[in-house]
């Protein structure tokens, strides 16, 4: 491998016009690749409302706010996995639409406004339900405490996940998730996703749905159709450039076939996210009408709540529960419908992800710098095929074995606890994660080994598909 550096001579004085050159450099490959690839994740990003926490004493507490490391964190997946997010805004699209649509007659009741982006807003974490200290108690309720400050709906929450997890019903395949949905609801703040927030409406803790009219909504979201624009023209642009050489047969470096295939799916993403809010910072607050009347209630809602992609993860104590933590990472739905979501979650992402990986066997086709890097390259294709299939269906697939042995009446003799189930899921769950690791290293030895081959590229690859 060597350094080539073009010569190309100045144009004579006073030329009317100056055509660019037939030929580009490494630099221009990798520019281009890159800043499209930076700008179709940038598009896609839709994050929920951050909590709210005391602004930044120090200067590492600033810093890591300034970072955003939330952002952070599904920048990097969607680089890695943007499979992943496609289904998650499958799933968000369908659990939003539906959500609108049961939503709707309530909000005509309550004469506010609601919209396929106000149930986005409600499962990004926008709304927030507060007890205040003379929040009054459901009719024919008698109870000598009074007020959030006393903990009751602390003493309901744990009341409703010991009855649910100690009676035969804790045998339930949805156990684990439910209990972790109520233990959110300990404190005197509740973050509701959609179907949350209509049975809210429905049982009477909230006296109307929340008043945020469509336009105000438009206005706190900050799409920025410029960036946004350009990053669709890039796109088409690149396609439009691979499209010129194949049909000039030019060899092309698979690094821009590869961007074109995750602008591809950057693009199918954005259509599906095109109603959800954008960079929403602060929830709206809702004043609770009256107390919980018991732990039924607490178990009901948390029947509603949504339903996590990886169990083992994201229960929160602060604050009594307050957060909706992992929201991030799950499906909406009510009546059950959250773990059809998830299922669809898994089903999308195992399928475009077994695509995706079919699609990095065309590499094998470029050349390599030697024989051993074409195998390694073999291996990780054949990983990143199978990879996401054994996740998302091996996984899903043991967690409906599980619930179904559960559910099978043995645990009614004693043989199987909560604890024993809960152990089992988050056994699961390790195998799940140590699927995607294994999925996430042949990803990025993709990456590594892309920038490698632009060293092995023939020499017409240098050559611009549009100035011949």
């Keep these: 491998m060597f350094a080539f550096r073009p010569n190309c001579p100045t144009p004579p004085d006073h030329t009317g016009y100056v055509f660019s050159p037939n030929i580009r450099g490494t630099i221009d490959v990798l520019w281009n690749s890159f800043f499209t690839a930076a700008l ?17 004493a120090t200067w590492a507490q600033k810093l890591a706010r300034k970072l955003d490391p939330p952002k952070l964190k599904w920048m990097f997946i969607t680089l890695l996995a943007p499979e992943f997010l496609l289904g998650k805004a499958v799933v968000e699209r369908l ?18 406004d609601w919209s396929v ?15 205040e200290e003379n929040t009054a108690l459901a009719e024919g309720t008698n109870d000598t405490e009074s007020g959030p400050e006393s903990g009751r709906n ?14 035969a019903s804790a045998q339930s395949r949805n156990t684990p998730q439910i209990c972790r949905n109520i233990s959110r609801l300990r404190g005197n703040t509740w973050v ?4 949350q927030l209509l049975l809210a409406r429905e049982l009477g803790i909230i006296a109307t749905l929340p008043s945020l009219p469509l336009r105000e909504l438009q206005g706190q979201s900050k799409p920025d159709w410029v960036i946004e624009s350009y990053t669709a023209g890039r796109v088409i642009w690149l396609a439009s450039e691979l499209l010129a050489r194949l049909a000039k047969q030019l060899p092309t470096p698979f ?14 993403t954005y259509a599906l996210v095109w109603d959800k809010p954008r960079d929403i910072r602060t929830p709206r607050c809702i004043v609770a009408d009256r107390l919980p009347s018991g732990a039924w209630e607490l178990a009901r809602l948390g029947e509603e709540g949504p339903a996590e992609f990886f169990l083992g993860r994201g229960l929160s104590a602060s604050g009594g529960g307050s957060r909706l933590v992992g929201v991030e990472s799950a499906a909406h739905g009510r009546d059950g419908e959250a773990g059809g979501m998830l299922a669809l979650w898994a089903g999308v992402t195992g399928l475009v992800g077994m695509v995706a990986g079919l699609f990095h066997f065309l590499g094998l086709f470029f050349e390599f710098p030697a024989e051993g890097d074409r195998r390694l390259w073999l291996g990780a294709a054949v990983v990143m ?19 179904w042995y559960c559910s099978g009446g043995v645990g009614s003799k004693g043989r199987i606890t909560y604890e024993w189930r809960q152990g ?20 990025l030895y993709v990456v590594v080994e892309v920038l490698v081959l632009l060293g092995y590229l023939r020499s017409e690859a240098f050559l611009n598909g549009w100035s011949l």
């Excluded at 649509?101 to 309550?110: G, L």
């Excluded at 509701?192 to 179907?195: I, K, M, Q, R, S």
């Design 40 to 56: 179709c994740i940038r598009a896609v990003q839709r994050l929920n409302v951050p909590p709210q926490e005391p602004q930044p």
């Design 95 to 112: 659990s939003a639409k539906c959500s609108y649509e049961k939503i709707r007659h309530w909000a005509e009741i309550d004469g506010v």
């Design 117 to 131: 982006a106000h149930s986005y807003l409600a499962n990004m974490g926008g709304f927030v339900i507060q007890f």
């Design 154 to 167: 602390y003493k309901l929450a744990e009341k409703a996940i010991l009855d649910l997890t100690t009676k």
């Design 192 to 195: 509701l996703d959609a179907p």
């Design 255 to 268: 690094l821009e076939v590869i961007i074109l295939a995750f602008g591809a799916c950057a693009f199918a």
């Design 385 to 403: 095929t199978v990879a996401p299939g054994l996740a998302a269906g091996g996984g899903y697939g043991l967690r409906r074995l599980l619930g």
């Design 424 to 443: 089992r899921e988050r056994l699961i769950d390790w195998l799940v994660h140590l699927v995607a690791v294994l999925f996430l290293l042949a990803r």
